[in-house]
Nanobody, 121 residues
């Protein structure tokens, strides 16, 4: 499977962005798509994950109530709607394919190229 992330950009604090991650190729090789982020000088951290059926989601505490993950199976695409953005949300955001509602990077076998999100204060 190949993953293509898009939708990043520059936004002011309090603003919104929607990220997309389109999967192609061997789409039977995963049952969950997740979002992670990595800020300069920091480790990559979990943001959110959703099962392909859409029946299960999990969020990092830092984004609960502000971010919403959703999926469109017909398009093999997952979205991350980000509202009330804060400067500390600034990072490169990566989507990843794996199995289950996992939060650790090593539980994901395939990664997209990342998209930059910058939130100005």
């Amino acid at each position: 499977v190949q993953l293509q992330a898009s939708g990043g950009g520059l936004v002011q604090a309090g603003g919104s962005l929607r990220l997309s991650c389109a999967a192609s190729g061997r789409t039977v090789s995963y049952n969950a798509l997740g979002w992670f982020r990595q800020a300069p000088g920091k480790e990559r951290e979990f943001v959110a994950v959703i099962t392909r059926s859409g029946s299960g989601t999990k969020y990092a505490d830092s984004v609960k109530g502000r971010f919403t993950i959703s999926g469109d199976n017909a398009k093999n695409t997952v979205y991350l709607e980000m509202n009330s953005l804060k400067p500390e949300d600034t990072a490169v955001y990566y989507c990843a394919a794996g199995w289950g509602l996992n939060t650790r990077t090593y539980d994901y076998s395939t990664w997209g190229q990342g998209t930059q999100v910058t939130v100005s204060s």
